[in-house]
């Protein structure tokens, strides 16, 4: 067994119920513990988050320099068209949404609390076959 293994990652916000509601709807994720302070939750390809409440967190400012980047989430998607419209629906907002070169397409957006997060989709890059 390992001397260290991987919890879960915790985001700190002023509202952590409705910051765990954003993330439960885009994660398709279930609710697996609640505090007066703190609200777990497990998405349905088992990653676990968790958000604390902090009343003076400050929302990173990327991508602007001051402040920029705190922590980061990669999120795997097929259609990041329909992934886009589901984080906008939620109360989610683009931050970059460039197309990037090379084998990756991502798109950056802020959640409700200005935590940053990309939507990524990856591309074949192995030649056709025949």
Known sequence: MA??????VVLDCAEPEKLAAFYRELLDAEETDATA??????????MRM?????????PP???RPENSLQAHLDFHVEDLD???R?????????????DAQGPFEERGYA???GHSFTL???????PKQG
């Open 3 to 8: 001397l260290v293994v991987a919890g879960v």
């Open 37 to 46: 302070n703190r609200v777990e939750i497990r998405g349905a390809d088992g």
């Open 50 to 58: 968790a958000f604390r409440r902090d009343v003076m967190a400050t």
């Open 61 to 63: 400012s990327w991508p």
């Open 82 to 84: 329909a992934a886009e």
């Open 86 to 98: 589901k984080v906008v629906g939620l109360g989610g907002r683009p931050l970059d949404t460039k």
């Open 111 to 113: 959640d409700p609390a």
């Open 120 to 126: 990524r989709c990856a591309r074949p890059t192995a």
